[in-house]
């Protein structure tokens, strides 16, 4: 029998959380202030702390893996690699413009999709009010003898 699993890189989170103003590498207070609760697509926000998930990456990794179904023809094709997903973190904890950079085939699109909408993180902070934040996940499918 088969046993799958779905594997993470320790490394996997990447945040996108830096705003680049200018050469200098101190932001200006002032333009700090113009920095919105609505931040807008593409556009990166200083935060004070970045979203994350409740009880760090190992926790999102297990549960990421329990949830996980890897799609019937993924597994009868031994269609195995990753997917990076991005998708922004909202003020209320959910996910939304979740998309898939790359498609591996066999429904394995679909399923990262699923997983990363149905998961909630604790959102950004900014002058401590929670923010929208931008994430970038990689979700690895393989598959096991």
Request: charged residues 25%.
């Amino acid at each position: 029998m088969k046993h799958f699993t779905l594997i993470l890189a320790a490394f996997g989170i990447l945040l996108f959380t830096s705003t680049q103003v200018s050469a200098q590498s101190e932001v200006k207070e002032d333009v700090k202030e113009e920095v919105k609760e609505e931040s807008h697509r593409n556009f990166a926000v200083v935060t004070t702390k970045d979203a994350s998930y409740p009880g760090g990456n190992t926790a999102l990794y297990t549960d990421l893996f329990h949830r996980m179904k890897y799609p019937k023809e993924a597994l009868e094709q031994k269609i195995s690699g990753d997917i990076m997903m991005s998708f922004y973190v909202e003020p209320d904890s959910t996910t939304s413009d979740v998309e898939a950079m790359k498609d591996l085939g066999g429904g394995t699109k679909a399923e990262a999709i699923r997983l990363i909408k149905e998961t909630k993180f604790a959102p950004a902070i900014q002058n401590g009010k929670p923010v929208r934040q931008q994430m970038v996940l990689p979700v690895l499918f393989r598959i096991y003898d």
